[in-house]
């Protein structure tokens, strides 16, 4: 009985039933998934590394040691994984080595659309791409083996529609973990100039070979229904176009995507009378395509930006333009910090001091880039993962050297901390500035949906471990200026702020309180054994001055007939922030006003 | 019904719009469908505006539609039903909830919740109006609203054929199930009876 799967639940499975042993992630839509299910398998290891660097070295570790295993990220994350990967390129595997790029095209959870396909020809490695669960799980058991055939690490090129689609998989069984013997081959491994360039003139070897694969590989198979259109596409692509064509155009379906299959392409295009590449972000096939002299229809007519889906296709290609309904007014509806959210209290205070001394403020990759927004608007950039700390610096170096007073603040999570945060921080420390540095460690990675991470005591697969402490880390850094605080306590935020901008020094601010999604551990309860309890408006000293607005809690709203302001009991988790901007008392224990 | 049925499940995150279409995929599949089910997740999970969408039938390719392309839109709240109308076919189906969650600009005082939205819809669509909320409550608890509009969903798009209370005594954790099976009742009644007004309203 085939069952429903997400891709990257598909993949995981794949993985598994190729006899992978090990596998390390950082987590990061749409991708994150992919090592959680992992985890679930027996006989394996899976890991979160603290960043996808670590990650893909940990994986060709694993590799050279004789095993098969894989390392998992979203887009961005292959940015940060890319100086092993073009090098192991090189090296080529002992063990099967994949490396799963979660790509996202419409930035549902990005910060950037980066088409990672590129990386394939850039970094000399293959590259599969599914189009659906089914694929994924079969393509993942293929990848190993071709990884080991060919002696490469493989690309393997998922996007979020594709991850994050259910479709139905018919599960194949585990073979026997491969066990390689692992054998010191400095010649291979090592890779100092002598050897890295005798290595450089194999790999084109490699690279032919390869080239030939992608002529017979049944992932790159035609589908043949009359030679009047012809589609060439690959991954989510080919359903689109299968939904907008039907059995109306003959499709050459492109799951082996580099090297690509330059015969089979010719021969297709000779044989159709119309060509269409379709393809999602840039035009990575076309461009291809094109070199071999052949003309086509692809991003003259289709965007080159953001996600298809049928409608689009349909009405670039065929002009089938939807019949639009009129339109109804609505207002946007933009993500909001969850009520109880421990960051807002800080944030609240945060806005306020930096409007007050015109403070810069750095964000960073998290659910705190919400903090940016309006009501509270205390966050002025976010960049990438980790930068908030290096960011601050460099702009604080200079606002000092041109004699500016402007502080610059940044502010990052506990699990950006450990990504690449720490190296930034390290050298603000090094290059003395006095710039102010917020963690705010919520015990958990938040955004991709509570992952554990080095500084909550727990493993992927649920093992105790050591607790980084966060603190002692930037001490051992030469930070003498660290403070821990509660950030839900409005008054110890703003008095330690007050503290942080009056120091020539660099200081490090914790703000220390578990995410409110957070499902606590026995260490959690201990230390937050806090006793949320619901708050409630007395109507009789609401004085409708919308104070408490103005911290952006979805649990409180105002009612303008009454004039007054009113919690939500369902939403409202009692962190008591409202009670404190509120300049009449007004919020009391709604447990004791609904008795 | 066309070849391939197409859902588009929208609402606020954290409604338990996902929960509704594992349900429903469950029991396409297990009655011999395909189906493709796709979600997103990430930064709009956060009280943001969140769509998932079910596509079913003998042999689905794409899991999402665009504009135009849903024949049945389930809104888990008001104002998000008008935000997707543009994804609904001519002549689709609205299942709606009369549940108002004020977005971020009426939070903050910055703006009005859109006044008449339920009224627009009944006007021009197929729309079926149902208090989930309520219906909840009656059921055992608010946190079976997504329930309550599956119930309505399965009567509007007459999928009535299959065994949804042993896909739902499948999925949901034993101590709710009493909770979620009156959910899952009160939500097609709720939907048969609009039905109901309808055939009188075009005899009469």
Not at chain 1, 128 to 156: G, H, N, R, W, Y
Not at chain 1, 212 to 227: A, C, K, L, R
Request: glycine content about 10%.
């Amino acid at each position: 009985m085939p069952e429903l799967l997400t891709g990257n639940e598909a993949l995981a499975r794949g993985a598994y039933e190729a006899g992978v042993s090990y596998a390390s992630a950082y987590p990061g839509t749409p991708s994150t998934e992919i090592l959680e299910t992992f985890a679930t398998y027996k006989d394996v290891i899976a890991e979160w590394a603290p960043n996808e660097k670590v990650a893909l070295e940990c994986a060709i570790g694993a590799s050279i040691s004789g095993a098969r295993a894989f390392a998992a990220m979203k887009m961005v994350g292959v940015n940060v994984a890319a100086d092993p990967l073009f090098s192991f390129s090189y090296s080529g595997v002992n063990g099967g080595l994949v490396l799963v790029t979660a790509d996202d095209p419409g930035q549902h959870s990005s910060q950037n659309e980066q088409d990672n396909r590129y990386y394939a020809p850039f970094a000399k490695v293959p590259m599969l791409e599914p189009s659906d669960s089914q694929e994924a799980k079969d393509m993942a058991v293929a990848a190993f083996e071709i990884s080991e055939t060919f002696d490469v690490p493989v690309l393997f090129r998922m996007t979020t529609r594709v991850c994050h689609s259910k479709s139905l998989v018919t599960l194949g069984t585990r073979r026997t973990p491969v066990r390689k013997p692992y054998v010191r081959n400095v010649a291979k491994y090592e890779l100092v100039p002598g050897n890295a360039r005798q290595l450089r003139a194999k790999l084109g070897a490699k690279l032919k070979r390869l080239a030939e694969y992608s002529e017979t590989t049944p992932f790159n198979f035609i589908e043949w229904n009359g030679t009047e259109t012809g589609i060439i596409t690959s991954g989510m692509g080919y359903q689109h176009a299968r939904e907008v064509f039907g059995d109306e155009a003959s499709y050459l379906k492109l799951g082996f995507t580099w090297p690509l299959p330059v015969e089979k392409i010719r021969q297709f295009a000779a044989r159709v009378r119309t060509l269409y590449v379709i393809e999602e972000l840039e035009p990575y096939l076309e461009d291809e395509i094109r070199r071999l002299g052949i003309s086509c229809i692809g991003k003259d007519k289709l965007p080159g930006i953001f996600e298809f889906d049928p409608a689009i296709v349909g009405a670039a290609l065929r002009g089938k333009a939807e019949t639009p309904q009129e339109p109804v007014p609505v207002l946007p509806r933009p993500p909001l910090l969850c009520a109880g959210c421990p960051h807002r209290g800080f944030f609240v205070e945060l806005g306020k001091i930096a409007r007050k001394r015109h403070a810069m403020i750095a964000g960073d990759i998290g659910c705190y880039a919400l903090g940016a927004g309006p009501p509270l608007d205390a966050q002025d950039l976010c960049i990438c993962m980790g930068s908030a700390p290096s960011i601050a610096h460099g702009a604080q170096k200079v606002f000092g050297k041109f004699g500016e007073a402007t502080r610059v603040v940044a502010t990052l999570g506990d699990s950006t901390f450990f990504h690449t945060g720490m190296n930034s921080i390290l050298n603000l420390v090094y290059n003395k500035s006095n710039a102010i540095v917020c963690v705010l460690d919520n015990r958990i990675t938040g955004m991709t949906g509570q992952q554990e991470h080095p500084g909550t005591g727990q493993t992927l697969q649920g093992d105790a471990t050591a607790e980084i402490d966060i603190a002692a880390v930037v001490r051992a850094f030469g930070l003498t200026h660290v403070r821990t605080i509660n950030p839900n306590d409005l008054f110890e935020v703003r008095e330690t702020l007050k503290w942080a901008f009056e120091l020539d020094e660099p200081s490090v601010i914790i703000t220390r309180w578990p995410c409110r999604l957070k499902k606590l551990n026995a260490g959690d309860q201990a230390r937050y054994a806090h006793r949320y309890r619901r708050l409630a408006v007395r109507n009789d000293l609401c004085n409708g001055c919308r104070e408490c607005l103005k911290i952006g809690c979805p649990a409180i709203s105002f009612d303008n007939i009454k004039d007054k302001a009113r919690v939500d009991a369902e939403t409202c988790v009692g962190c008591e922030v409202c009670a404190q901007v509120c300049g009449s008392d007004a919020f009391v224990d709604g447990e004791l006003e609904h008795a | 019904m066309p070849e391939v049925t197409s859902i588009l499940l929208v609402g606020v995150g954290g409604q338990g719009t996902i929960l509704v279409s594992s349900i429903l995929s469950k029991g396409l599949v297990a009655a011999g469908y395909d189906v493709k089910m796709s979600e997103i997740h990430g930064m709009a999970q956060r009280g943001g505006s969140v769509s998932t969408q079910v596509r079913f039938g003998a042999k689905v390719h794409s899991p999402i539609v665009g504009r135009g392309g849903a024949d049945i839109l389930v809104a888990f709240e008001t104002m998000e039903a008008a935000r997707w109308l543009p994804f609904l076919k001519p002549g689709g189906k609205v299942i709606v909830n009369d549940l108002e969650i004020p977005p971020a600009p009426v939070l903050m005082g910055r703006a009005a919740y859109p006044k008449g939205l339920l009224d627009i819809l009944r006007a021009r669509f197929d729309a079926t109006v149902v208090n989930a909320h309520r219906l909840a409550e009656e059921a055992g608890t608010p946190r079976v609203m997504n329930v309550v509009l599956f119930g309505a969903l399965v009567e509007a798009a007459g999928l009535t054929g299959i065994d949804w209370e042993a896909v739902i005594a499948s999925t949901v954790k034993p101590a709710f199930l009493d909770a979620n099976i009156a959910a899952f009742r009160a939500g097609c009644r709720a939907a048969k009876a609009k039905a109901v007004t309808r055939e009188f309203a075009a005899t009469a």
